[in-house]
């Protein structure tokens, strides 16, 4: 009984806007304004997404545009402003969705290009199981303190500032803000400063070395995020780097190459990142196993408030915790198991095979059961991971990975108790791939979705307002990904497939998550995968739970989640995270030592603290929009250099300054916030 009392009162929030206080959400001019941002995010993205398998969160830089048109409107308020952000942003995370894994239908010779309508009902199911699978979600999650969410803080922050324009607030979001753009544009865009410095060395029989990253809004993500996850990644990043690649290339033996940071890359690239999905895969499934109490608790609640409503006509839940009521989210995932089926039945099994019709019905029906349960799971997962480290940083190709071998796995033994896997090997990944494409879609929708929905939370937004305005995205952004997929398919080739002959193979899109996925797929039925380096990854798994099991008695965390996440990213990734929750503890410290009596405390430290969380979410925002604004001159020139302006044989330079402008970041962040006066 004492337990639900506590989670009764830690979802007391005090929002901006008051639970009792009516705004306009939902108006036409919000409508309008978030299906434009939302074609124009998607467009942004696709391009970058299938080069370099990566997406600019949208996020930050919808919430930011929407802010300056509503200006142009009669009384605008910022609950119309979160209702426009919660929208746009989910052009960029279903564009991620399908881009990600889409292309392996192509890569493994299934598909010809992207078919409009199967592609258009693969983002529609998808996204409405994003959306749908994340309301349940949506108090669990949000009330769990240990979870920071820092794109959600961030937004938040910038659209409090907007409104209450403290001088103080707006003074340190700009600051913060410029600095973040200015770096990201030197970084992206001129590549006068590298993002990232590699460090290797080989000897006759191993390499060894280490990388930074240097990216400002992943610092300042770390700086949000806090000390204890920058200890878990320093772990994962030990394992798997400092003493993965040394060991790994002394058992392996020196791949052939000669440059010893390319040496590195390949090391990671063929046998650490299934070190990092192995142990993702057991951290995910226990953290899951940590969530399945609270979740059934707030299901349990919701189903019992809504019945006593019925039934009684009591007490309606506050405007600020109304979701989409859950029978109707359950019998939406119910009866979306009827175009998933499908979908997956005459779409995704190609026709040239000696498979009986009943076989194919039988594994379509398994194929979309599991899309719904696995979608389920992993959804809950990547909710987990956008509170823990940011959606920006969120591994969602892992959790694919972790989804689709796991579903691989199951359809050997199908085979393997019918007509064996012989022969059959490309029409079993192409159906894995095909039933993991849905799952993809919804994985990142759910990514997003729940720091809009934080954003909601901290402001007073109407959640089924949010979850109606999401569910108008991803119909809107289905309908537009498809032709802008095709498009560059048709301009520049996929993963070393070509729509003709004589294409130039230097502009082609690597698609490294769609390839990732068909090797993954096919090394299963082929027998190629490394079991090893997978199983050796749930070992370590099992030991990180076990000794998180033991430190959390002594009010300290190593989430396993977070280990994973520093084996499996490259350097260049969760370095800089590392180092900005590293910086906000040193901080903290030296405060702590400043104000050391509990007046000055109490008077002090709340400022400072502020001050610093500000400076870091302007930070996050300025370098984020930053990269929408190049995406826009890349797309256009069909390259990434296209605003280069350091020599070639000036390079060197690059990684040096990136190094020296990290230090400057750090020093003056730690300058602004210990700052005594505002």
């Given at each position: 009984m004492s337990k639900s009392k506590n989670m009764d009162h830690k979802v007391s929030i005090s929002p901006t806007i008051p639970a009792s206080q009516n705004l306009p959400e939902i108006t036409w001019r919000v409508l309008i304004i978030g299906t434009f941002l939302t074609i124009i995010l998607a467009a942004a993205n696709a391009y970058l997404g299938l080069k370099v398998g990566q997406t600019i969160s949208a996020s930050i830089p919808a919430a930011i545009i929407s802010m300056s048109i509503l200006r142009f409107f009669r009384n605008p308020n910022v609950l119309e402003n979160t209702m426009v952000q919660t929208m746009a942003s989910v052009g960029e995370a279903l564009t991620a969705g399908v881009a990600f894994i889409l292309p392996a239908l192509i890569i493994l010779h299934a598909w010809n290009g992207f078919y409009y309508w199967q592609t258009v009902i693969i983002a529609l199911l998808g996204g409405m199981l994003g959306v749908l699978f994340t309301i349940p979600l949506r108090r669990v999650l949000l009330i769990d303190k240990t979870l920071r969410y820092p794109e959600g803080l961030a937004i938040s922050n910038i659209l409090k500032a907007s409104i209450n324009r403290e001088e103080t607030d707006i003074k340190a979001l700009t600051l913060g803000g410029a600095v973040g753009a200015v770096i990201s544009l030197a970084q992206t865009g001129f590549q006068v400063i590298a993002d990232s410095f590699q460090f290797w060395v080989k000897t006759s029989n191993t390499v060894f070395g280490f990388g930074l990253g240097l990216s400002p809004a992943l610092i300042a993500a770390g700086y949000i995020v806090g000390v204890n996850v920058a200890i878990s990644l320093v772990v994962g990043v030990v394992i798997g780097w400092i003493a993965g690649v040394p060991i790994l290339t002394w058992i392996y033996g020196i791949p052939n190459v000669v440059n010893a940071n390319d040496?590195?890359?390949?090391?990671?690239?063929?046998?650490?990142?299934?070190?990092?999905?192995?142990?993702?895969?057991?951290?995910?499934l226990w953290t899951l196993v940590t969530l399945v109490k609270p979740i059934v608790y707030s299901l349990s609640t919701s189903?019992?408030?809504?019945?006593?409503?019925?039934?009684?006509?009591?007490?309606?839940?506050?405007?600020?915790?109304?979701?989409?009521?859950?029978?109707?989210?359950?019998?939406?995932?119910?009866?979306?198991?009827?175009?998933?089926?499908?979908?997956?039945?005459?779409?995704?099994?190609?026709?040239?095979?000696?498979?009986?019709?009943?076989?194919?019905?039988?594994?379509?029906?398994?194929?979309?059961?599991?899309?719904?349960?696995?979608?389920?799971?992993?959804?809950?997962?990547?909710?987990?991971?956008?509170?823990?480290?940011?959606?920006?940083?969120?591994?969602?190709?892992?959790?694919?990975?972790?989804?689709?071998?796991?579903l691989c796995l199951i359809l050997l033994c199908f085979f393997g108790f019918s007509h064996g896997i012989k022969g059959n090997e490309v029409f079993a990944a192409v159906v894995a791939i095909g039933s993991t494409v849905i799952i993809a879609a919804a994985l990142a929708i759910s990514n997003d979705t729940?720091?809009?929905?934080?954003?909601?939370?901290?402001?007073?937004?109407?959640?089924?307002?949010?979850?109606?305005?999401?569910?108008?995205?991803?119909?809107?952004?289905?309908?537009?990904?498809?032709?802008?997929?095709?498009?560059?398919?048709?301009?520049?080739?996929?993963?070393?497939?070509?729509?003709?002959?004589?294409?130039?193979?230097?502009?082609?899109?690597?698609?490294?998550?769609?390839?990732?996925?068909?090797?993954?797929?096919?090394?299963?039925?082929?027998?190629?995968?490394?079991?090893?380096?997978?199983?050796?990854?749930?070992?370590?798994?099992?030991?990180?739970?076990?000794?998180?099991?033991?430190?959390?008695?002594?009010?300290?965390?190593?989430?396993?989640?977070?280990?994973?996440?520093?084996?499996?990213?490259?350097?260049?990734?969760?370095?800089?995270?590392?180092?900005?929750?590293?910086?906000?503890?040193?901080?903290?410290?030296r405060l702590n030592k400043l104000y050391r009596s509990k007046a000055d405390s109490d008077d002090n430290l709340p400022a400072h603290k502020h001050r610093g969380l500000l400076l870091a979410c302007g930070i996050v925002a300025g370098a984020s929009i930053m990269g929408v604004v190049l995406a826009i001159p890349f797309a256009i020139t069909q390259s990434s250099d296209a605003l280069r302006i350091m020599p070639e044989q000036y390079q060197y330079l690059s990684g040096v300054l990136g190094i020296g402008v990290t230090v400057i970041l750090c020093a003056w962040i730690y300058r602004v916030v210990m700052r005594k006066n505002a």
């Open positions: 040496i590195a890359s390949l090391m990671w690239r063929d046998h650490i990142r299934y070190l990092g999905v192995g142990t993702m895969l057991v951290g995910g189903f019992i408030s809504m019945r006593q409503a019925k039934l009684t006509g009591g007490i309606k839940q506050i405007r600020t915790e109304r979701d989409i009521p859950l029978n109707y989210v359950f019998w939406g995932i119910a009866l979306l198991f009827i175009p998933i089926f499908l979908l997956i039945l005459l779409y995704m099994m190609p026709d040239n095979s000696h498979l009986s019709h009943t076989f194919r019905t039988l594994m379509a029906a398994f194929c979309a059961l599991y899309v719904l349960v696995g979608g389920f799971t992993f959804c809950s997962i990547s909710s987990y991971f956008a509170g823990l480290i940011g959606s920006t940083n969120n591994p969602v190709s892992g959790l694919l990975v972790s989804s689709l071998l796991i729940m720091q809009d929905l934080k954003v909601g939370q901290l402001l007073g937004a109407t959640p089924w307002k949010q979850q109606v305005m999401l569910i108008v995205g991803v119909v809107v952004s289905a309908f537009v990904i498809p032709p802008i997929l095709d498009l560059l398919y048709n301009a520049y080739g996929i993963g070393g497939v070509f729509p003709r002959e004589g294409m130039p193979k230097g502009q082609m899109l690597a698609a490294p998550q769609a390839g990732l996925m068909a090797t993954v797929a096919a090394g299963v039925f082929a027998d190629t995968l490394e079991w090893s380096m997978i199983i050796a990854g749930a070992v370590i798994a099992v030991i990180c739970i076990i000794i998180d099991e033991i430190v959390k008695n002594y009010d300290t965390r190593l989430p396993v989640l977070a280990v994973g996440v520093g084996i499996y990213l490259p350097l260049d990734a969760s370095v800089p995270v590392i180092i900005g929750g590293f910086l906000a503890y040193f901080i903290q410290l």
